[in-house]
């Protein structure tokens, strides 16, 4: 595995549609070492919870997301500063999502990326969605989410359609560090 390059906005290729794998290459050596490269992409971004591929420069229809997302649900204390406490998380992949229903019903949560930092912005989402994908194994599902697990879901999904956090925003806030 090795760690690649998460490229910041305003790069193109963050902007561009990204491409469906061909469900019979799932299994292929370029897609898996994608996936193995992009789990560990995010293991050492410890201020993320998930990473498309168009994040690492590859216009495909790939995310991973941390099961640090469903610690959060479940209402886990998650400290990233704890050195002391090295958190062993899973990474979930979604290869060609798409998000077949979304809530009515919305939230409003501040948002980060590892595209766009040091910003924030104030973006509301469906609170439910029902997802069909591919896993690493060429594996289909399809289930419903809630909670945070649903925004990250959205959040990755709109960066396979080259949208940011700074289209989605009601407002962008600047933080500094320290403030986080
Ligand atoms: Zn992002």
Redo the contacts with the bound molecule.
Sequence with gaps: MSKLPIVKFPHSVLRRPAGEVPPAEILSSRIQRLVSDMKDTLAKAPDGV?L?AP?VSVPLRVFVISSEASSIDAGMRVDANDANKPQKWEYHVFINPVLKKRSREKTTVTEG????PEKFGEVSRPAKVYLEWYDERGKRHGRGFTKFFARVLQ??TD?LDGL??VDRAKRMLRVSRGER
């Design positions: 998930g498309a994040q990326c590892l595209s766009v959040h990755e960066h940011l956090i």
